[in-house]
């Protein structure tokens, strides 16, 4: 049996064909394995692509944005908050800086004049490059009504962020912190009368009031 085996043309030898199959499976999952890596490395390129194709999205069109309360409204902050160059981009070189802690993490930056208009000022807190809370102040509101203390009661805790617009219009400061906003309307009331110094303060968490305060209404 052995001389006959011996004697067989080499690609009827049971070895020629175990070799070739072997082959066959090493350059098949060599194949398979430099395909995959190919694809997982477009695939990955195409996510970060995407991701960035989105937030290239989102800055544009918040830069075509022409009003600077829609600006500032845009700015995130919070978990999710903008970084300082986002910022910049927006509102341009802030007129000054603090460094609020001694290891140079937390960071408040001004912007004063925005606009043109020199009552008004922008401040944003940053740590770790990160907007954590920010503040606007002097938007001097010209209302067509004077704020009444009927108005003030038309609101109530739970009522929503746009119900207190709607009813009260836009602030003349407003800050962000924690996710919480603090509304605070000056009343023209100052106007008629100088010695009133008349307010409303309205706290918005979730897009839902939870703290409500008037000073001096009528």
């Known amino acids: ?26 350059v098949s ?8 890596s190919v694809y997982k490395g477009k695939a990955n390129q195409a996510t970060a692509s995407q991701s960035k194709d989105a937030a290239k999205s989102e800055k544009k069109e918040i830069k075509e944005s022409t009003s600077l309360v829609d600006r500032y409204n845009s700015i995130k902050a919070g978990k999710k908050g903008f970084s300082k160059k986002m910022v910049i981009d927006l509102l341009g070189n802030p007129a000054s800086s603090q460094q609020i802690d001694t290891n140079g993490k937390v960071e408040n930056l001004i912007w004063n004049g925005i606009d043109g208009k020199n009552n008004i000022s922008i401040q944003i807190t940053f740590e770790k490059n990160k907007a954590t809370a920010k503040s606007i102040q002097g938007l001097n509101i010209d209302r067509k009504k004077l704020l009444t203390l009927a108005d003030f009661n038309e609101l109530k805790n739970g009522d929503s962020y746009n119900q207190v617009l709607n009813i009260l219009g836009d602030p003349d ?3 962000d912190t924690n996710g919480i ?19 409303i303060k309205v ?8 703290d409500l305060e008037q000073q001096n209404l009528k």
Do not use: G, H, Q, R
């Not at 999952?29 to 995959?36: D, E, G, H, M, Q």
């Not at 906003?181 to 307010?199: C, G, I, V």
């Not at 706290?203 to 939870?210: D, G, L, M």
């Open 29 to 36: 999952a060599t194949t398979y394995i430099s395909n995959y």
């Open 1 to 26: 049996m052995t001389e006959e085996n011996e004697n067989k043309p080499f690609y009827k030898k049971n070895s020629f064909w175990i070799i070739i199959l072997s082959i066959f499976i090493i």
């Open 203 to 210: 706290e918005v968490s979730n897009n839902k009031i939870i």
């Open 181 to 199: 906003k603090t509304l605070t309307y000056e009343s023209d009331l100052d106007e008629a009368d100088s010695s009133e110094d008349a307010l």
């Open 173 to 175: 400061d407003y800050s």
